[in-house]
């Protein structure tokens, strides 16, 4: 088991939520959770991301673990710290969409008027494109999924529902504060139609804990 090393990309007071969420599905693992508090408030436009790398390249020093998870599903930072880190470095939106192209041809639901097609791209990148069934964009800013309100839960539903009767084989949520809606959303879709859901801290934490290959030091990261 890996010692793993959780970053949150941008500012604000998510540490103690993150940690106890974790703790909720692996209460004996050791763990750490890094801010950066000096990032932007919500990662939410390409600005924003590129924003959040540069304050998050600031704190190399700073990012010790036998695997590291980017808490956030723009993936802000991911090639980068691949490039300048001896670590394992795994993105919630590259991982959780390999997962569940494992599982059959997946939707994601997110926020944000740029959702579609910012997945689209990330499936591009990732060499998942093609089990991309849809994106499903919930008029929801990441500030309200994190309030975890009870509209939140029912457009989040609502919009998985869809998918699922588009054929999806798996819904993944396509942002890291789904998180506290994530536990009552799967239990429903489970029961409701044996449908799995896949939220992307958790499942990302999941593989980092356990996978042990490193990133090559030339070809791709080698630029460091």
């Known amino acids: ?36 508090d000096t990032g932007p408030a919500t990662i939410e436009s390409f600005t924003a991301k590129t924003i959040a790398c540069a304050e998050m390249l600031k704190r190399l020093d700073d990012m010790k673990g036998e695997a590291i998870v980017i808490n956030c599903f723009a993936d ?26 494992m599982l059959g041809e997946f939707s994601v639901i997110g926020p944000g008027d740029n959702m579609i097609a910012w997945v689209r791209i990330q499936a591009r990148e990732y060499g998942v494109f093609d089990k991309l069934l849809s994106v499903k964009k919930v008029y929801l800013s990441v500030e309200d999924i994190l309030g975890a309100s009870e509209k939140v839960y029912i457009d989040t539903k609502n919009a998985a529902v869809e998918a699922i009767e588009e054929g999806a084989d798996a819904v993944v949520l396509g942002c890291t504060g789904f998180s506290m809606i994530a536990e009552r959303l799967k239990e429903e879709l489970w029961d409701e139609y044996k449908i799995p859901v896949l939220e992307p801290l958790l499942t990302t934490y999941s593989v980092a804990r356990s996978f042990s290959i490193m990133h090559g030091r030339r070809g791709l990261f080698a630029g460091k």
């Open 1 to 36: 088991m890996n010692r793993v090393l959780i970053i949150d990309p941008v500012r604000g007071e998510i540490e103690e939520s993150v940690v106890e969420y974790i703790r909720k599905y692996y209460p004996d693992d050791e763990f750490e959770v890094l801010s950066i």
């Open 76 to 101: 802000p930072c991911l090639f980068e710290l691949r490039e300048n880190l001896d670590t394992p470095v795994f993105g919630a939106a590259e991982t959780t969409m390999h997962m569940a192209a």
